[in-house]
């Protein structure tokens, strides 16, 4: 006996399509590494369609009031949370994820996201009208940029999809959205919700694989391309939206060091650095990965992370002791893996370093000391349940390591010393830096990095603003 598939289809123009071509791509469930859906394989007449679509929606969606588009967000949201149920299982099925912390730990930021762009749809600011100059008044309009083609990840599909259409939406944009082609249902899913609320073309999805994600972007009617991804992605998609000078945001990689001084809580930062390390199984860009130790109390602090770890379990969505599921795909599996295998002699894998069964992508939490700061395995991001430890002597080595990558993106500094806390915020060049934790996010604050790890703002007032543009408009007080 056979189970039939899923059948995935795009959103475009408030209908669901199948690709024009009718090519397809297999969905597979990372959990168990198994065949469960087909999605579209998107080509440039999709990709056409769904911009003529939003092209269309966009005039009379940006002439909306905030408050229309606030009232259509706050329904979205409402639906997302009727529905909680039904999109947590799509997001485990596409993921691998636990379905518990799926519904406690993604699902309820995500609606309070939209929330919050509701809420944002009515608070943008600018300068009072003023006489700048004899005899004419100026005033500053704040406007949408227009249609936003916008490409999320396979980490997390569910919430980076609403890190991308709501601030674009409440600022009067129309949206072409990619979802990642080997986690498409629940944005699929997302956008079955959608159609009740949204005029027709205002919101469309799109699926298929990188060469879909690269007709999008090189596409002549966005005004503005949006991803995130890889850093190799992302300077595709700037070189490419450079042509015809499209506006680009871009959430890159990370590589975030956690610096952890002597007169830190041991306990208590080993246990939430753990927990900010191996959630998701490292599969987020600020994840806990990267940690640096003084020396006095270095042996310690890793024989007590490695104690953690293997404490820490990982296994199928149902199991409610897990703490993370699968990798995405075997090829991330692949990845992970081999950073390991190719450790230099001086490292020491203190804890994991294997696969954890003979179904799906499960990888062991992992710690390795040891390491050098030129190190493969520290300069470059893993992406896994994978935690090295370096030690370092002082404050201005421990700056000179944390800062010593090409990513720039979070930081966490663990310290009971206000001063040297302060000092470390002031000079760690990353977008963010957290102390005495790691990896909470709220929906009032910028998520965004610096140098290989893109610019542009996600959540926030800035991430709202940068789906708006900037007008002068002059008028003679002589009539």
């Avoid at 600011?125 to 700048?132: D, I, L, M, T, V």
């Avoid at 980490?155 to 601030?167: D, H, I, L, R, S």
């Avoid at 009617?221 to 300077?235: L, Q, Y």
């Avoid at 499209?246 to 246990?271: Q, S």
Wanted: aromatic share 8%; net charge negative; charged share 25%.
């Amino acid at each position: 006996m056979t189970t039939e598939l899923r059948r995935l289809r795009n959103y475009i123009g408030g209908e669901f399509k199948d690709a024009a071509d009718g090519r397809t791509t297999e969905v597979v469930n990372p959990a168990t590494g198994e065949v469960y859906a087909t999605a579209p394989l998107s080509g440039q007449a999709d990709v056409d369609a769904a911009m003529a679509a939003a092209a269309a929606a966009f005039p009379g969606w940006r002439d909306t009031t905030p408050s229309e588009r606030q009232k259509a967000l706050l329904k979205i949201a409402d639906a997302f949370e009727a529905r909680a149920d039904e999109l947590v299982a799509a997001e485990s099925e596409n993921t691998g994820k636990p379905l518990g912390l799926t519904a406690s730990e993604e699902l309820p930021p995500m609606v309070d996201q939209i929330r919050f762009f509701a809420g944002a749809a009515r608070l943008l600011e600018g300068r009072s009208a003023g006489e700048y100059m004899d005899g004419m008044t100026s005033i500053i309009r704040r406007e949408p940029v227009g249609v936003c083609a916008q490409v999320a990840p396979w980490n997390y599909p569910m919430m980076m999809a609403v890190w991308k259409f709501a601030p674009a939406i409440a600022a009067g944009n129309t949206v072409v959205l990619k979802p990642s082609d080997t986690t498409p249902a629940s944005t699929v899913l997302m956008a079955e919700i959608i159609d009740s609320v949204l005029p027709k073309g205002v919101f469309n999805v799109v699926c298929g694989d990188r060469e879909t994600g690269k007709a999008m972007v090189e596409h002549s009617t966005p005004a503005m391309a949006s991803i995130t991804g890889s850093v190799r992605a992302g300077m595709q998609v700037a070189e490419s939206a450079s042509k015809d000078v499209k506006r680009v945001h871009l959430e890159l990689g990370g590589k975030a060091p956690v610096v952890v001084f002597e007169d830190a809580d041991i306990a208590k930062a080993v246990e939430d650095i753990a927990v900010a390390g191996y959630f998701n199984a490292g599969q987020d860009c600020t994840a806990a990965t990267r940690v640096l130790v003084h020396e006095s109390i270095h042996d310690e602090f890793v024989s007590a992370l490695a104690k953690a770890a293997a404490e820490t379990k990982t296994g199928q969505p149902d199991d409610e002791d897990v703490l993370y599921g699968p990798l995405n795909n075997p090829n991330q599996l692949k990845q992970v893996a081999g950073f390991i295998e190719r450790l230099p002699a001086h490292a020491k894998v203190e804890a994991g370093g294997h696969q954890v069964g003979d179904k799906g992508y499960f990888y062991a939490p992992t710690v390795v000391s040891g390491l050098k700061q030129d190190d493969e395995i520290i300069q470059n991001e893993v992406f896994g349940p994978v935690i090295t430890v370096q030690s370092f002597a002082d404050e201005a080595q421990a700056l000179e390591y944390a800062n010593g990558v090409e990513f720039a993106l979070a930081s966490s500094v663990w310290t009971k010393d206000h001063g040297r806390a302060m000092r470390m915020s002031k000079n760690l060049d990353f977008g963010c830096v957290w102390i005495n934790t790691h990896i909470p996010l709220v929906a009032e604050m910028p998520h965004g990095g610096f140098k290989k790890s893109g610019y542009g703002k996600d959540l926030s007032a800035y991430g709202f603003e940068d789906y708006t543009r900037i007008k002068h408009v002059m008028t003679s007080l002589d009539g």
